[in-house]
């Protein structure tokens, strides 16, 4: 016989008490950011829930916060999550609940697209995005497909890891996967969010590390970092200096705005320039300074999921460590406008109760 009960009256039926609910901060319009209570739910096939303990804030989150992306609103943005797995969809294998993971942008590949067939799992052509597809971090709890999953050491702090996720995986990945030999030169543009990590590892997988930053006040600060030379690009021709250092294998663009063509001559034959800072001005560089000397120019994105494994071990063996402001959840408005405000030095990361 079929039932007259409707799905509104299931719910309403269930008991106060018995709904669970979780504090999240969601953008609820382009630029505003709004504290709620959402409801717990379990997860679905492939997914696990996560219990949050800390969230790196980026200024990716723009794409969520100010709707650059085009996204159902509401969302929860943030995609530098770490905490526990504290339930498990059907499907899932390789994981355990208590276990210490981490959530990147990339939340996870299909398997079966060309390019996951191939193993660029990082360039899957059905990939979903952690805080645009789906609600990210600024959150108590998040639900998230396995498959994006990165493991946590117990040696880091949640805070110290979330930034790890997306800034120190494209740093790292990108340096790792470079034409740079141990002991060749590597030049880091920019020491912010983005190159206070480069240089760090740079420093420790064995390159003689050139920082490029405006103003002689950062040379102290790339020197603590572990920069063999600073270059003030206000005060000094960055080619020039360059040059006189034989000439840098790899230079890493970590700012925005288009500015690989002030260095690139800075390069050696057969050296690249790698950028990863995006910005509204293109990258300019001359024909005749990529032929005659057969240099390279080079974009980068966030690493895969096993690169991201790595460059957590490889920060604890070294004790790689981003700068951090920590915020708690419900100043997750004021922690995103420290960052996009250019004035964080250098990450800022909410950490949960």
């Known amino acids: 016989m079929a039932s007259d009960i409707s799905e509104a009256s299931l719910i309403t039926a269930i008991p106060a008490e018995a709904i669970r609910t979780y504090r999240a901060v969601q953008a609820t319009a382009p630029g505003r950011l709004e504290l709620v209570d959402k409801p717990v739910r379990e997860p679905g096939l492939g997914e696990v829930r996560i219990r949050v303990e800390a969230c790196g804030v980026c200024h990716s989150d ?70 645009l597809h789906h609600d990210g971090g600024y959150a108590e709890s998040m639900i998230t497909p396995a498959s994006g999953l990165v493991s946590v050491p117990d040696e880091l702090d949640s805070a110290d890891a979330a930034p790890l996720l997306c800034a120190g995986l494209t740093t790292f990945s990108a340096l790792r996967n470079a034409s740079a030999l141990a002991g060749d030169l590597v030049a880091v543009v920019g020491i912010g969010g983005l190159g206070h990590l480069a240089v760090q590892y740079a420093r420790h997988m064995g390159f003689e590390v050139a920082a490029i930053a405006r103003g002689p006040d950062k040379a102290e600060l790339a020197a603590r970092l572990g920069a063999h030379h600073y ?123």
């Open 62 to 131: 723009s794409l969520t916060v100010e709707g650059v992306y085009p996204i159902d609103f509401p969302r929860v943005p943030g995609h530098e999550a770490v905490g526990r797995i504290e339930a498990i969809g059907l499907g899932v294998r390789g994981w355990e609940t208590g276990q210490r993971v981490g959530v990147g942008f990339l939340a996870g590949h299909c398997g079966y697209c060309r390019l996951c067939r191939e193993g660029n799992l990082a360039y899957c052509e059905n990939h979903t995005f952690t805080g």
């Open 231 to 353: 270059i003030d690009s206000e005060a000094q021709d960055p080619v020039a200096e360059l040059q006189k250092l034989g000439g840098a294998m790899t230079i890493l663009i970590t700012t925005s705005g288009g500015n690989a063509g002030a260095t690139f001559k800075g390069l050696r034959p057969r050296g690249t320039t790698i950028v990863l800072g995006v910005g509204a001005q293109p990258t300019q560089v001359q024909d005749t300074d990529l032929i005659f000397g057969n240099r390279h120019l080079e974009g980068a994105t966030t690493g895969d999921f096993a690169t991201g494994d790595a460059t957590l071990r490889f920060s604890v063996l070294t004790g790689v460590a981003s700068v951090n402001e920590t915020y708690p959840l419900e100043r997750a408005a004021e922690a995103y406008a420290r960052m996009m405000s250019g004035k964080a030095r250098f990450r800022v990361v909410l950490a949960m109760d």
